[in-house]
């Protein structure tokens, strides 16, 4: 049975690099997204460039029974999983009293919901490899409340506690599990938040979707706890552990208060 790479949210940003980053590894892959069309496209580049297997399915992973449908499917075309890349997942901006709740509980399902369900249903197959890993997206968000970006940050702060609780949980398995946190990436994150008033400002500081990838599934390799990708990140992040939680928050919202106007 052969054995792959399985990562979500792969049509496009920073999982379609995941992709490729794996493919360039002689791994093969298995990519999941809403997208068709992005889908075959990047099945088309791998197995043109890469001398891999790239399988897709199309799928909406905010289902409340996605998960298990991702596992039936690798199941039924005996597709072995040792890689479980969590990347699918968006934000909601605005107030929170705002939002349509119907919104909200579905980027929920999604960001943490479909994540734990897949790590979960896909565990005994990782362990039965002699070295599987778990990464798991999250974001620089997690580590400080972050207003009108609300709901995100704290399905982000959810992922990043996990990852953690349950990378613990494994030690002494085969099952290496770690979080990356990216900050600002370009990718449509900024579109599909409703954040384009402040994408020239984003930018400045963005990095590259490639690079964040790349540096993911290096320090993935390495068995890392936590990947943050970029200086300026890890000096922010580590931060938010010295400076007053109400500086933190107050600094978070005047980032995002251009694009209220």
């Known amino acids: 049975m052969a054995e792959f790479a399985l990562i979500t949210g792969a049509s496009s940003g920073i999982g379609y690099y995941f992709a490729h980053e794996l493919a360039k590894r002689k791994l093969n892959v298995l990519i999941i997204a809403r997208s068709e069309d992005k889908l075959i496209k990047l099945r088309e580049e791998i197995s043109n460039q890469y001398t891999v297997q790239c399988h897709y399915l199309l799928k909406d992973l905010s289902h409340p029974d996605a998960a298990r449908e991702v596992y039936d499917w690798c199941a039924t075309n005996q597709y072995k999983v040792n890689i479980l890349i969590n990347n699918a997942g968006y934000g909601l901006f605005g107030y929170f009293e705002k939002q349509p709740i119907a919104e909200i509980n579905n980027m929920m399902n999604l960001n943490m919901n479909t994540l734990v369900a897949l790590c979960h249903v896909f565990l005994p197959m990782l362990k039965e490899n002699s070295k599987s890993y778990i990464l798991n997206v999250a974001s620089t968000a997690a580590y400080q409340a972050v207003p009108t970006l609300n709901t995100y940050a704290a399905t982000k702060a959810f992922v990043l506690l996990f990852t953690r609780g349950l990378r613990h949980e494994l030690k002494g398995t085969s099952v290496s599990v770690s979080c990356i946190s990216p900050g600002a990436t370009d990718t449509n994150f900024i579109q599909r938040a409703g954040l384009e ?20 599934i290096a320090q993935m390799f390495k068995g890392k706890a936590e990947i943050i990708p970029g200086l300026i990140n890890i000096i922010t992040s580590q931060l938010t552990q010295w400076v007053p939680k109400s500086l933190t928050e107050r600094i978070a919202a005047n980032i995002y208060k251009d694009a209220l106007k």
């Open 197 to 216: 008033a402040i994408k020239e400002k984003a930018d400045k500081f963005s990095m590259r979707a490639n690079e964040v990838a790349k540096i993911g």
